[in-house]
């Protein structure tokens, strides 16, 4: 299994970002997936959640209203569409998904909101 994040970057409060999640390694379009955020000295927090036909969403209370997760399975990729972003989205973001009772991340995309 191998996910690699892409997208990350520096972006003023008020901004956008979209992250990406390119997949690898199993069949994609069976699996739900994830994405989660971490700042340095905290736990790994959940961000948003797709299941894997891709009607099915769900998003931690943070983020929601601000946040879009969706996917692509022709691409084997999952998205992250972040809107009104503030400093306090600041975090190395992954890609997760769980497969075979493993827990597979990617190696992060950081994002900082600052002005």
């Known amino acids: 299994v191998q996910l690699v994040e892409s997208g990350g970057g520096l972006v003023q409060p008020g901004g956008s970002l979209r992250l990406s999640c390119a997949a690898s390694g199993f069949t994609f379009s069976s699996y739900g997936m994830s994405w989660y955020r971490q700042t340095r000295g905290k736990e790994r927090e959940w961000v948003a959640t797709?299941?894997?036909?891709?009607?099915?969403?769900a998003y931690a209370e943070s983020v929601k209203g601000r946040f879009t997760i969706s996917r692509d399975n022709a691409k084997n990729a999952v998205y992250l569409q972040m809107n009104r972003l503030k400093p306090e989205d600041t975090a190395v973001y992954y890609c997760n998904v769980v497969w075979r009772r493993g827990n597979y991340w990617g190696q992060g995309t950081q994002v900082t909101v600052s002005s």
């Open positions: 797709i299941d894997n036909p891709g009607a099915g969403t």
